[in-house]
């Protein structure tokens, strides 16, 4: 007798088959139904305060009724200022980490650094754009500064996932490329970074996508409480969703809970956009992808 | 008359993987040189050397000559990009670059910073004739490479190589990953580019050595053992070693 024609044993691994199945999916439901609840939770409560004249006006009764058009415009402004800075650095320090640099001590002391780097506490990022920019640059608490520590917290992420990005790409269309006649950096820019491109963007809108929802980093180098005025120069400090959230849900008595439920769900809302624009980029390149 | 003379030539890597050791060797013009023996020997080595690949490894110490008419293909000043140009290489597996099938051809030249349109597919299609492949692919120009069949990619390989009218053509078992057909195809090819190319060719077995070469370089362990002419080496070998080798004994 062999062992497929040992019933009791095959219906064992069958049963173990459905109950591994059944615990996975159990465990995923788990994980994704408290993400799901705080969604729908937030979309049910928030909703109703979503209106045209929410999101494009000024705030008025103490920030208690009226819109939040500054603190929208203001994360955006942040968002691209750390964009301006953080990804034409970022990227250029993944390449030359990926492609050029030679494996050596220093420069596995930098990788080092840089994957520490992604893991050092937002406040302290804070902390360092406030003594850096703020004081030592005399930049003030200012647009400018809050764009820069954002962009000095968002380039770990986008030089290391460039790093990545660039080593994904075979090997073999690097020495084909150097075989036909190109130089090092005609390799790079006509083929590896071409190929590398999705992944990063990918890294560049997850880095992106954090630095416009963090308040620590914002808190000492731009973010105002309360502005009367949109600002006029970088050097103006701005009102931020997340810094704004923070103060009318701690800071302000007598705020309605509806504001507090819209305002928290512009900011999902910003979140999911950016997440969506990432995934599509990178099944976009999969689906093109010619290795 | 030799094209490439090379002279007590030796090189060790900084991993300690395959080396050689003072290889003196002439390739002739116009004709289809073989080098051929054992895995681990140094041909794909010694053809890394010529083109300066090599650059891109850690290459530990390198000693004695590889003269390419009469210009020392190891001075470290040489334009190693135009070299390039004018030593091409095929791999043994076909590696299309991600892009289209004109592309690939005209990659070398647009690096090497020629941007007419015109010029360029007139290229092209030059280079693909020249490896009978237009007429399987003259409506597919467009389409990825990698979407074309692997014996097709290989031709184009070779057509990307063809498209800068280079004066050598190495090619580092250029059929080891191909069907019976393509091998063929490939072979009758590399008989008439020779009128116009000197080859060199690193075969990926004895029966093609012997099939293919006009002269023949027996490599075992880094070393040169013995050349020969036309069938020579595979009739009547002198040297033991290449015998046993030539015969199956070991290999």
């Given at each position: 007798m062999t062992?497929f024609e040992?019933q009791s044993?095959l219906?064992?691994a069958?049963?173990?088959?459905?109950?591994?199945?059944?615990a996975?999916?159990v465990?995923?439901l788990?994980?994704?139904?408290?993400i799901?609840g705080?969604?729908i939770y937030i979309i049910?409560?928030?909703?109703p305060?979503i209106?045209?004249?929410?999101?494009?006006?000024?705030?008025?009764?103490?920030m208690?009724e009226?819109?939040i058009?500054p603190?929208i415009l203001?994360t955006?402004?942040l968002?691209?200022?750390?964009f301006l800075?953080a990804v034409?650095?970022?990227?250029a320090a993944?390449i030359?980490?990926a492609?050029y640099?030679?494996?050596?001590?220093?420069t596995?002391?930098?990788?080092?650094?840089?994957i520490?780097l992604?893991?050092v506490p937002?406040?302290?990022?804070?902390l360092?754009g406030?003594?850096?920019?703020?004081v030592?640059?005399?930049?003030?608490?200012?647009?400018?500064?809050?764009s820069?520590t954002?962009a000095?917290?968002?380039?770990?992420?986008?030089?290391?996932t460039t790093?990545?990005a660039?080593r994904?790409?075979?090997?073999?269309f690097r020495v084909v490329?150097i075989?036909?006649?190109?130089?090092?950096w005609?390799t790079?820019?006509?083929i590896?970074?071409k190929?590398?491109?999705?992944?990063?963007?990918t890294?560049?809108?997850l880095?992106?996508e954090?630095?416009a929802v963090?308040t620590?980093?914002?808190?000492f180098?731009g973010?105002a409480?309360?502005?009367?005025?949109?600002?006029?120069?970088?050097l103006?400090?701005?009102?931020?969703?997340p810094?704004h959230?923070y103060v009318?849900?701690?800071?302000v008595?007598?705020m309605p809970l509806?504001?507090?439920?819209?305002?928290v769900?512009?900011?999902?809302?910003?979140v999911?956009?950016?997440?969506?624009?990432?995934?599509f980029?990178?099944?976009?390149?999969?689906?093109?992808?010619q290795w | 008359?030799d094209i490439?003379?090379?002279e007590d030539f030796?090189?060790?890597y900084a991993?300690g993987?395959?080396s050689?050791?003072?290889i003196?060797l002439g390739i002739?013009?116009h004709?289809?040189?073989?080098l051929?023996g054992?895995a681990?020997g140094?041909k794909s080595?010694?053809?890394?050397?010529?083109?300066?690949?090599?650059?891109?490894?850690d290459?530990?110490?390198v000693?004695?000559?590889i003269?390419?008419?009469?210009?020392n293909?190891?001075?470290?000043?040489l334009d190693?990009?135009r070299?390039r140009?004018?030593?091409?290489?095929?791999?043994?597996r076909?590696m299309?670059l991600?892009m289209?099938?004109?592309?690939?051809v005209?990659y070398?030249?647009?690096v090497a910073?020629?941007?007419?349109?015109?010029?360029?597919?007139e290229v092209a299609e030059?280079?693909?004739?020249?490896?009978?492949?237009w007429?399987e692919?003259?409506?597919?120009?467009?389409d990825?490479?990698i979407?074309?069949?692997g014996g097709q990619q290989?031709?184009?390989c070779?057509?990307?190589?063809?498209?800068l009218e280079?004066e050598v053509?190495?090619?580092d078992e250029?059929t080891?990953?191909l069907?019976?057909?393509s091998?063929a195809?490939?072979e009758?090819l590399?008989q008439?580019?020779?009128?116009?190319y000197?080859?060199i060719l690193?075969?990926?077995?004895?029966?093609q050595?012997?099939?293919?070469?006009?002269?023949?370089?027996?490599f075992?362990?880094?070393?040169l053992?013995?050349?020969g002419e036309?069938k020579?080496?595979f009739?009547a070998?002198?040297d033991?070693?290449?015998?046993?080798?030539v015969?199956?004994?070991?290999?």
């Open positions: 062992a040992d044993q219906k064992g069958h049963w173990q088959e459905r109950f591994g199945d059944a996975l999916w465990l995923s788990i994980t994704v139904l408290p799901l705080i969604v049910y409560k928030g909703a305060g209106t045209w004249e929410f999101l494009t006006s000024m705030p008025t009764n103490g208690r009226g819109g058009f603190a203001g955006l402004l968002t691209l200022g750390c800075f034409p650095l970022g990227i993944g030359y980490i492609e640099a030679k494996d050596t001590a220093a596995r002391a930098i990788r080092i650094a840089i520490s992604a893991g937002s406040v302290v990022y804070g360092f406030l003594g850096m920019f703020v030592f640059f005399k930049m003030g608490v200012s647009i400018l500064a809050a820069m954002l000095i917290m968002t380039l770990p992420v986008v030089i290391s790093e990545e660039l994904s790409v075979p090997n073999a490329s075989s036909l006649g190109a130089t090092r005609q790079v820019w006509r590896i970074l190929e590398g491109m999705p992944g990063i963007l890294g560049v809108i880095g992106l954090r630095a963090e620590a980093p914002i808190l180098t973010a409480f309360y502005l009367p005025t949109l600002p006029t120069s970088p103006d400090p701005t009102m931020a969703l810094y959230i009318i849900s701690t800071q008595p007598g509806t504001v507090q439920y819209a305002t769900l512009v900011l999902l809302f910003f999911l956009v950016m997440n969506l624009i990432a995934t980029v990178r099944s976009r390149a999969r689906a093109r992808r | 008359m490439i003379q090379i030796s090189i060790t991993d993987a395959e050689l050791r003072g003196n002739k013009e004709a289809i040189n073989v051929f054992p681990g140094g080595t010694l053809l890394r050397a010529i083109n300066r690949l090599n650059d891109l490894t290459v530990k110490e000693k004695g000559s003269l390419f008419k009469k210009e293909l190891l001075d470290s000043k190693v990009t070299l140009r004018r030593i091409g290489i095929v791999f043994s076909p299309p991600p289209t099938v004109t592309q690939n005209t070398g030249l647009e910073g020629e941007h007419d349109r015109g010029k360029l597919n030059k280079a693909l004739r020249q490896v009978f492949l007429d692919v003259y409506d597919r120009l467009n990825p490479a979407a074309i069949s290989q031709r184009l070779l057509a990307r190589v063809l498209a280079p053509i190495m090619l250029p080891s990953a069907d019976p057909v091998t195809r490939i009758d590399l008439t580019l020779k009128e116009k000197t080859i690193v075969p990926h077995n004895v029966q050595s012997s099939r293919m070469a006009d002269y023949a370089a027996f075992l362990q880094g070393e053992i013995e050349t036309g020579k080496l009739i070998p002198e033991k070693r290449t015998q046993d080798y015969e199956g004994r070991f290999g």
